[in-house]
């Protein structure tokens, strides 16, 4: 489901915050180092950075040992839209902070650990990035394959098809809550795939358990909920998009904070 953001809330104005140069590089990286996170991004003038007062990846037990990066999008309660995105890299054995706190947001109906087809909440959990990144404009640079999406790719968000939850170039469309993804603008400038109800997360996707769960760009000017995914502002999102790196099997965690224990 998920992919566009809805309006609703969009008249709230996030203050974007300045993004921080990473305290330490990621590792093991066979090619040059990406961007320094948030090189490109100038800090508006009221904007004050915002250093992650507590190292939230410290508090997560269940990533696969090879994983060195992790984003983190927690939130105050399950019912808020409201959300930040924090990133770590693993260095000598310790996660060590790679951004500012980045202001998200979520679905118009929060969080959900039983997220379903059609109801506008982002799935709880632990989920890899899907291993192609899309979008409609020009790859920014980003370390995985990345394809740019033309008329007829679409989404599969049909739960009857033997194709859903998966990209999809067809000349007509898939069927039920399918996805002209060429067509979202600004959502998909560049969008990366979570992986719920898919593999790795899942062998095969459970019909009507939820698709199309990304990390995308606001579609507002201001920042607004989605209809399930995490949103970000452009340059904070091609920020992270260009920083992870398939080879250091990054992971992303969706929670609220207090249940962050569980991960």
Known sequence: MKRRSLLLGAAAGLTVPAVLTPTAPALGATRPPAPTWGATVPAPHRARSTVPRRNLAARLTTLPTQTRQVIVVG???????????????????RWQPASSTL?????????????????PTTPTGVYSIGPTMYGIAA???????????VSGDWWNENPSSARYNTFQHSSTNPGGASEALW???????HFAVITYNMPPNVATPVPNAGSGIFLHQFSTSGGNATAGCVSLARDHLVD?????????????VLSPYAQLGRY
């Open 75 to 93: 939130a105050t309660s399950y019912t808020t839209t409201y959300a930040t995105l924090e990133a770590y890299v693993k260095v000598r054995g």
């Open 103 to 119: 202001p998200a947001r979520l679905g118009s109906k929060g969080f959900s650990d039983n997220h379903v087809e059609g109801v």
């Open 240 to 252: 992270v998009l260009t920083w992870l790196d398939p080879a250091l099997s990054p992971r992303i």
């Open 183 to 189: 067509q979202e603008t600004p959502a998909y400038t």
């Open 139 to 149: 790859n920014p640079g980003v370390r995985y394959p990345y394809h740019r999406l």
